[in-house]
């Protein structure tokens, strides 16, 4: 028996420490498949917390359509250990599918993961289809509002919290540019398809009416709309 024992943690202390580690995962959320990989190779149990995490981005971004619109979405966490933050920034690529780059200190506490904007940002760009480079400012704006309403949505963000954010980013869309004319920027098709959602047109009126004026639009009164306010931001609850 004493031998057996023996020869039993002899072959326990002989298993690579790699053994327990993992590059890549498969994770179903919002009618997708998410295709994790890690630049580094990461404990499952590590891996896990980080797949959680982002099962729930991806639900919460989903939740705008009721799911993501592609089959599977590659998520590559590059680790950047050097960054004090959990998420230095992201960024999505099209070339080869879709994928979304997300530059992670892996160290960092899972929770400082649920509370930073950026994956949220980065999976919102997926909710529209790829728009030409000189209309970069819907893709852009696109993502931002939702960044903010979907994190208070998920209970991350107090709904002044979010709305503070969405105020500050107007404004620095307005100190960006005070006098452009946006003429030469078409978004028309994607306004269409949005309008075709509705059953009342509503962005090609609001571009109508914004595309060619200078400067920037006033958001005062929607930002003090209460019941649209509630409306935006109430928090979702759901099983996943």
Same mark, same amino acid.
């Given at each position: @028996?004493?031998?057996?024992?023996?020869? *039993?943690?002899?072959?326990?202390?002989?298993?690579?420490?790699?053994?327990?580690?993992?590059?890549? @995962?498969?994770?179903?959320?919002?009618?997708?498949?998410?295709?994790?990989?890690?630049?580094?190779?990461?404990?499952?149990?590590?891996?896990?917390?980080?797949?959680?995490?982002?099962?729930?981005?991806?639900?919460?971004? &989903?939740?705008?359509?009721?799911?993501?619109?592609?089959?599977?979405?590659?998520?590559?966490?590059?680790?950047?250990?050097?960054?004090?933050?959990?998420?230095?920034?992201?960024?999505?690529?099209?070339? %080869? &599918?879709?994928?979304?780059?997300?530059?992670?200190?892996?160290?960092?506490?899972?929770?400082? *993961?649920?509370?930073?904007?950026?994956?949220?940002?980065?999976?919102?760009?997926?909710?529209?289809?790829?728009?030409?480079?000189?209309?970069?400012?819907?893709?852009? &704006? *696109?993502?931002?509002?939702?960044?903010?309403?979907? @994190?208070?949505?998920?209970?991350?963000?107090?709904?002044?919290?979010?709305?503070?954010?969405?105020?500050? &980013? *107007?404004?620095?869309?307005?100190?960006?540019?005070?006098?452009?004319?946006?003429?030469?920027?078409?978004?028309? %098709?994607?306004?269409?398809?949005?309008?075709?959602?509705?059953?009342?047109?509503?962005? @090609?009126?609001?571009?109508?009416?914004?595309?060619?004026?200078?400067?920037?639009?006033?958001?005062?009164?929607?930002?003090?709309?209460?019941?649209?306010?509630?409306?935006?931001?109430?928090?979702?609850?759901?099983?996943?």
């Amino acid at each position: @028996m004493l031998r057996l024992t023996t020869a *039993f943690a002899l072959a326990i202390a002989c298993v690579p420490v790699w053994a327990n580690l993992t590059h890549h @995962m498969e994770v179903p959320a919002a009618g997708t498949t998410l295709q994790i990989n890690f630049s580094e190779p990461v404990e499952e149990a590590r891996a896990q917390e980080f797949a959680t995490w982002l099962r729930q981005v991806a639900h919460g971004v &989903g939740d705008v359509n009721g799911s993501l619109p592609w089959p599977q979405i590659t998520v590559r966490l590059v680790d950047d250990y050097r960054n004090d933050s959990a998420v230095a920034f992201g960024r999505v690529t099209r070339r %080869d &599918g879709m994928a979304i780059d997300l530059f992670v200190n892996l160290d960092r506490p899972i929770g400082e *993961f649920y509370a930073d904007w950026k994956a949220t940002h980065e999976f919102s760009h997926l909710l529209l289809p790829r728009i030409d480079w000189r209309q970069r400012w819907i893709s852009e &704006g *696109f993502a931002s509002y939702y960044q903010n309403v979907l @994190m208070a949505r998920a209970g991350h963000y107090t709904r002044e919290q979010a709305i503070a954010k969405l105020t500050s &980013g *107007f404004e620095r869309g307005r100190a960006s540019r005070p006098d452009a004319n946006r003429r030469h920027w078409d978004g028309k %098709d994607q306004f269409r398809q949005f309008d075709s959602q509705l059953t009342a047109p509503v962005f @090609m009126p609001l571009y109508r009416r914004y595309a060619d004026t200078p400067g920037f639009p006033d958001v005062s009164a929607a930002l003090a709309d209460d019941i649209l306010l509630e409306r935006i931001f109430a928090v979702r609850t759901s099983p996943n």
